[in-house]
Each structure stands twice: as structure tokens, then as C-alpha cells.
């Protein structure tokens, strides 16, 4: 009888769920991945994306001689930031990405200025300059008014120079990536209800299979486990047995 059960019970096991249900989850997975996905703009420049920001390397034309002044450099640049390095890891990249752009070593105008009233370096987007790699370990004790800043695309140090009577060879424009700009970050609600939405849809099928499969097949799964007790006698043949002793007994 046990053997039976088991018998009945073991094709059922291998009975899996819907694909419908994998298929719900990697939709949302990829629509949660999407989300946090950003992009650079789409102005027929070429856009280079690190982290969350993107960066647009000026060419310029191979048979000219590249030179920009810092107001030129700034109008290459207009609407989007002149290169800004808040991290070691950022003017790694600047350095690592140049050659693939310029087959010389560059000097690129950094988006930095001299501030009057603080008496430091700032960067244009009015960000105290807390990150730096100058050339000399540090920056002149006495710095003129019309200093800006150029960095060596070879070694990626940063050297002082003139705002408005240096050239350089060099240009980067920043922007952030527009998923940034116009998103928020997921929150943990999010997170939270995207969970959710997936052990909604997984319990629905499981429930919407578990009926399917009933229908299908009948309630034997049930009917398997009734309880039988052993050596259990019908009342006929209980009757019976006690006529045939009766029987056995008359001489």
C-alpha cells in the first residue's frame, strides 16, 4: 500500500511551475536594472560615460594645431561643465582615455578658478577644491588672480597657469548622465515593492497551477493518504467467518 503511494505521489514531484512565473521576475529585474541605467546626452558629440557622469573629449581636426584659450575652452564646453576631478579614480580615467583621443600629451583645462573672496582654488560649479594631484605637491603660496589650472594628460598632475595669457592643447566637457538629472535613485520602497510584486505573482500562478493541476488529474493525491486501518474486516465477512466456525464446531 505504502509502496503505492509513493508510486502515485512521485510523477506529481517533478511537477514545476509555470515559466510565466520566471518570465514575471526577469521582466521586472531588467525593468529595476533599466531604471538605474544612465545616459549620456544624444548631441552628435561623442559621449564617454564613467560612473555617473559622461565626459566628451575635444578632437579638433587632425591637420590643425590644437590651442585654446580658457574662454574658448569654456565655450567649446557651453551648457555642459569644463572638466571637473573630484577623485583619484576620475583623473585615472582622464589619463587612462586620453590616448584614445590624442596621440600627443595634452594639457586640459580643469573648469577651476582662483576665488578672491575665499582666497583658494574653486571649481566653476562653485565646489570647494577638496580633491588634488599639483605637480609641486601643492599650489603657489602667492597666487595671482588670473590663475586657472591645466592638467598633464601623460602624468596627470595639475600645474598652475594663466587664465588669459596661456594656451593649451586640451579640452573635456562633463555632464552628468540624464538618469541622474531626472531620477531619483530607487529608495528602499522601491526596492520593497518591487519584492513584493514578484512574491505576489509567484503565489498567484502557484495557486492558479495547484487548481489547474486538480482539474487535471482528479483528487488521487488526496484519496492516497485516507486513513486505512490494517486488517481492517467488512461486517459481511465478519458474519460470515462466525457461521463457518459454528459450523466447524457442531460434531
Known sequence: MISSVFAVMEPRRKTHCPRSVLCCVLVLCVHLRLSLAGDCPADGRTWVPFEDKCYHFVHGEEDKIKSYTFERAKTLCQGFELLTIKSAEENEFVIKYSPEVWKD???????????????????????????????????????????????????????????????????????????????????????????????????????????????????????????????????????????????????
Not at 588672480?145 to 598633464?152: E, P, Q
Not at 465478519?238 to 459454528?246: D, F, I, N, T
Open 105 to 251: 600629451t595634452v594639457n586640459v583645462w580643469l573648469g577651476m578658478y582662483y576665488d578672491t573672496n575665499s582666497e583658494d582654488m574653486r571649481w566653476f560649479t562653485d565646489e570647494p577644491v577638496k580633491f588634488t594631484n599639483w605637480e609641486d605637491n601643492s599650489p603657489l603660496d602667492i597666487v595671482p588672480m588670473d590663475t586657472c589650472v591645466a592638467l598633464h594628460s601623460n602624468t596627470g598632475k595639475w600645474q598652475n597657469v594663466s587664465c588669459l595669457t596661456d594656451v593649451e592643447n586640451g579640452v573635456i566637457c562633463k555632464t552628468k548622465q540624464k538618469a541622474v538629472e531626472t531620477k531619483k535613485k530607487p529608495s528602499a520602497l522601491l526596492s520593497t515593492l518591487v519584492i513584493l510584486s514578484v512574491v505576489a505573482i509567484v503565489g498567484v500562478s502557484a495557486v492558479i497551477w495547484f487548481l489547474h493541476q486538480k482539474h487535471n488529474l482528479g483528487s488521487t493525491v488526496f484519496t492516497a493518504f485516507e486513513y486505512h486501518p490494517p486488517f481492517r474486516v467488512l461486517e459481511t465477512d465478519q458474519s460470515r467467518l462466525v457461521e463457518a466456525e459454528e459450523t466447524n464446531s457442531v460434531p
